[in-house]
């Protein structure tokens, strides 16, 4: 087992991970909070994306359908599909792209620009301060598992 303890390696957070001077625990926490924000700004914008895939996938395999249907000799029915589903909006005046673009344009670019600034402004930078401080918390020293930085991870090639 390696050992931890050693000074090659210091068993604590890398600087880039620590709480800056003279930032307080509520800071920390403020920032922690909004960063958690982001994370579920961040799956909303993961599922709009995929909801944008699956209306593209819906789009083409529809074209399909219709052009069975018709084929299969229901005109009726393949017209109103090419009437009133095929090429229409999912929402009004939108197809998917354009959801995506407003989004990525409007909310998302702004929560971003808060919290990218909340980092410069109150944490000199810092990402996941929070989180650090959490996992010294929580982790055993010395113990197999619980390293502080991945360079202390027996076999790690980037410090070899």
Do not use: C
Not at 37 to 55: I, K, N, P, Q, T
Not at 59 to 65: C, I, K, N
Not at 116 to 144: I, S, Y
């Amino acid at each position: 087992m390696p050992d931890h303890t050693s000074d090659a390696i210091p068993d604590h957070p890398a600087p880039e991970r620590r709480r800056p001077e003279g930032v307080t625990d509520a800071t920390v926490e403020a920032v922690g909070k909004l960063s958690a924000a982001l994370d579920h700004v961040e799956d909303a914008r993961g599922h709009l994306y995929a909801f944008h895939r699956l209306m593209g996938s819906a789009e083409s395999t529809l074209e399909e359908a219709e052009a069975l249907v018709r084929e299969a000799g229901h005109v009726d029915i393949a017209d109103a599909m090419d009437r009133d589903v095929l090429g229409q909006n999912p929402l009004p005046g939108m197809w998917s792209f354009q959801m995506v673009d407003a989004f990525d344009d409007g909310f998302y670019a702004r929560t971003k620009g808060l919290h990218q600034r909340a980092l410069d402004e109150l944490m000199n930078g810092q990402r996941h301060v929070f989180e650090a401080e959490m996992k010294e918390l929580r982790r055993t020293r010395g113990r197999e598992g619980h390293e502080a930085r991945p360079g202390d991870v027996e076999g790690d090639p980037e410090f070899e």
